[in-house]
């Protein structure tokens, strides 16, 4: 199913993300990420509900997000594994659009909660999750390979 969310005029849509993604999935990965993530990672989310992408106008994928649900202690963890905007289309509301669609689709997988973990460096991401409700829950030491502390984010549904 592919929605329109208007963005500024311009339309966006947000869909499941498919195999013939990947290759512009990737780019967008390596052009965000000091760590990107392999193109077989992606692979392996093929099919979740919580694997979407951002086409713009001109159909070219100018962002993703990459979450799932998953039961955890009697309660289903829903997590946001990774989120990124092309270079050239961040601050313009495709990263809000995509989180957005995640947390509907999360919470439609009876989701109580979703985590995800942000560099502390990582202002601008910070800031987004924030304006979502999702809030600082704990530290995770050297998370990162660059030795990094991850800060943990929550979310809760229910």
């Known amino acids: 199913m592919t929605a329109p969310v ?3 005029g311009d339309s ?3 869909r499941p993300a498919r195999r013939a993604d990947l290759l512009a999935i990737v780019r967008i990965e390596n052009a965000s990420f000091s760590q990107p993530w392999p193109h077989d990672a992606f ?3 093929l099919g979740e509900p919580g694997f979407l992408v951002a086409v713009d106008e001109t159909r070219t994928i100018v962002g993703y997000i ?3 649900v998953t039961p955890n202690y009697g309660r289903n963890l829903g997590h946001v594994k990774d989120i990124a905007v092309h270079p050239d289309h961040r601050e313009s509301g495709v990263g809000s659009a995509l989180l957005t669609r995640a947390l509907s689709v999360l919470g439609a997988y009876n989701a109580d909660s979703i985590k995800l973990e942000v560099r502390p460096s990582n202002e601008s991401a910070r800031r987004l999750y924030r304006s979502f409700g999702f809030d600082p829950l704990r530290r995770v030491p050297g998370y990162y390979d660059d030795d990094e502390d991850a800060i943990v984010m929550i979310y809760e549904l229910r």
């Open 66 to 68: 990459v979450s799932d």
């Open 12 to 14: 966006l849509s947000i």
């Open 43 to 45: 692979e392996t989310f």
């Open 6 to 8: 208007p963005e500024g």
